[in-house]
């Protein structure tokens, strides 16, 4: 409630003590009714006026709207004090308002002129700050170039590159500018899914289980978690068998789809199995690091 508001509201309650024969009188003008940012009766738009007045009432009517819901809601008794304090002054303000117009249109601009000033309104709107840059729509650009993978941290602190999509996984498990040579690769086996290259050249059990996982649950080996994202951990299921190589053995095929890769014959190849219900405390801590969000299985 500001200063304004309350003083009309003081200037109100006086002209209904008064009476009506002294509210309909024409108070003499004041030496001052061309100080700035006051109206005068002469010169005052009275449309304009008349206008601002139902608009500053209407959000006087929205506030008390807000007030009373806050009143239910009033938690304690100091709490429920303060907002009837408020709301009693707001409704004085919009009552104040309703009379100011009813002056407008009785066409007694000398005494409507003089709440008006006391309330602080105008006959023209106010004028709107100049309206920032216009944002643009589509994801915030990134920082840098766009990776093909998701990053994640195993138990020991080694790198997980997980792929996005099934170009990305192309990108990353043959272009040697995400993975090297000697890194291990990973991903479940005899169905689509993203591609892990874990960036070490000695693997330790707990990187190794850690990958496994990640590779079946960015599969389709495995069913979506009920709470794909952020709950993806508390609600993962499913059994896969997953595939680890050295990163040197897997080649892109020519005129090969987004995703297929080839394996060199002559590479041995191990199987991890993999139960997702088993490993909630792992995946929890894998996807869940710090507070940022999980990233969303491929489709």
């Not at 200063?3 to 200037?11: E, I, Q, R, W, Y």
């Not at 960036?199 to 960015?218: G, N, P, Q």
Request: aromatic residues 4%.
């Amino acid at each position: 409630m500001t200063m304004f508001g309350a003083t009309a509201v003081v200037l109100w309650l006086r002209v209904q003590a008064l009476g009506p024969k002294t509210a309909v009188s024409r108070p003499r003008r004041s030496v001052g009714c061309f100080a700035a940012g006051k109206l005068c009766a002469s010169t005052v738009d009275v449309a304009g006026l008349r206008k601002e007045a139902e608009r500053r009432r209407e959000r006087a009517v929205k506030k008390i709207a807000k007030k009373t819901l806050k009143r239910v809601n009033a938690a304690d008794f100091a709490g429920l004090r303060d907002v009837e304090a408020s709301l009693r002054l707001i409704e004085g303000e919009r009552d104040a308002l309703e009379r100011l117009a009813n002056l407008i249109d009785a066409k007694d601009l000398d005494v409507a002129v003089e709440l008006a000033n006391s309330l602080g309104v105008g006959d023209a709107p106010p004028e709107r700050p100049p309206r920032g840059k216009k944002k643009k729509k589509g994801p915030a650009p990134q920082a840098g170039p766009r990776l093909p993978y998701n990053v994640f941290r195993s138990a020991t602190g080694v790198e997980i590159r997980v792929g996005k999509s099934a170009s990305d996984n192309d990108a990353l498990s043959c272009d040697p500018a995400h993975r090297d040579a000697t890194d291990w690769w990973m991903h479940a086996a005899g169905s689509p899914g993203s591609h892990v290259i874990i960036r070490t050249d000695d693997l330790d059990s707990e990187t190794k289980k850690d990958a496994a996982c990640l590779a079946a649950l960015y599969s389709k080996a495995t069913p979506p978690p009920k709470g794909d994202g952020d709950d993806a951990a508390a609600t993962a299921t499913g059994r896969a068998g997953v595939s680890l190589v050295r990163a040197r053995s897997v080649t892109k095929p020519p005129g090969a789809k987004p995703g297929l890769v080839h394996i060199a014959a002559a590479e041995r190849v191990e199987t991890l199995r993999v139960d997702l219900a088993k490993e909630r405390l792992r995946l929890e801590r894998l996807l869940h690091p710090t507070t940022s969000t999980t990233p969303p299985r491929e489709e």
